[in-house]
């Protein structure tokens, strides 16, 4: 088995952190530093910054937080209003994804690293939906442009659903995740935005989750997030 998958399999370490901390050398197998395509025996010991890490089974976490304002998704306890912190669950998590610091709305969290892994790799295609307050009335061919695609970043961005919610708001549903996408393709339409909420990732929605709180995923969302992942 490959160190990468092998951290996966903790529920601990995401393929990211891991390659993070195979860049720093903090991952030793039998006292020696390894590197990113070490391959382990069954009895080999594994052990991050000198202490060991198993597979022995732990109690699985997947959290729905409706997220402020000013929280930023970074599992970096220097930085200033990170997420972690926020939650301060009893045990490791992570966020699955971003959503930046001036938006609010959906995020999950957990410590399954498989299921991160899936989630990220399948970023372009799950949706994502959003409301979204702009500075101007939404008119038919701003809603008709958004969705045709848009120009930012160097490439233009996949055709996606809109709709009207109010006068300067509009609802949207993403299957990319470029950087800043919904900010960017307003501003690249003169529109700018007020105020953005993320409502629902794939089945998961904010189901009435006060702003700040946070919850567990049912045993109904979760079966049919893993079904979506694995189908």
């Known amino acids: 088995m490959r160190i990468d998958k092998y951290m996966s399999k903790t529920g601990i370490y995401p393929r990211r ?13 039998n006292g020696e530093v390894c590197g990113k395509n070490t391959l382990l025996e069954p009895d080999d010991l594994v052990a991050v910054d000198g202490s060991p890490v198993s597979l022995n089974a732990q109690e699985q976490v997947y959290l729905a937080l409706n997220k402020p304002v000013g929280i930023t998704c970074t599992a970096a306890h ?81 055709p996606c ?15 990319q995740g470029l950087n800043l996408q919904i900010r960017r393709m307003c501003k690249e339409l003169g529109q700018r935005v007020l105020r953005l909420e993320r409502t629902r990732i794939m089945n998961i929605t904010l189901d009435g989750l006060e702003r700040g709180a946070w919850r567990h995923l049912t045993g109904e969302e979760l079966d049919r997030l893993m079904e979506t992942l694995n189908g």
Request: glycine share 8%; aromatic share 6%; no cysteine.
């Open 17 to 29: 952190e891991t390659a993070r901390l195979l860049a720093a050398g903090r991952i030793t197998v």
């Open 78 to 158: 220097g930085v200033e209003g990170n997420i972690i912190d926020y939650i301060n669950y009893p045990s490791r998590i992570f966020a699955v994804g971003r959503l930046d610091k001036h938006s609010e709305g959906l995020i999950l969290l957990t410590n399954d690293g498989d299921i991160v892994n899936k989630m990220m790799r399948s970023e372009n295609q799950h949706e994502k939906e959003y409301h979204v307050t702009v500075d101007k009335p939404v008119t038919e061919a701003f809603l008709e442009a958004m969705s045709a695609g848009v120009a930012i970043l160097g490439t233009v961005t996949k």
């Open 161 to 175: 659903i809109t709709y009207p919610i109010a006068e300067q708001e509009f609802g949207i549903i993403l299957t």
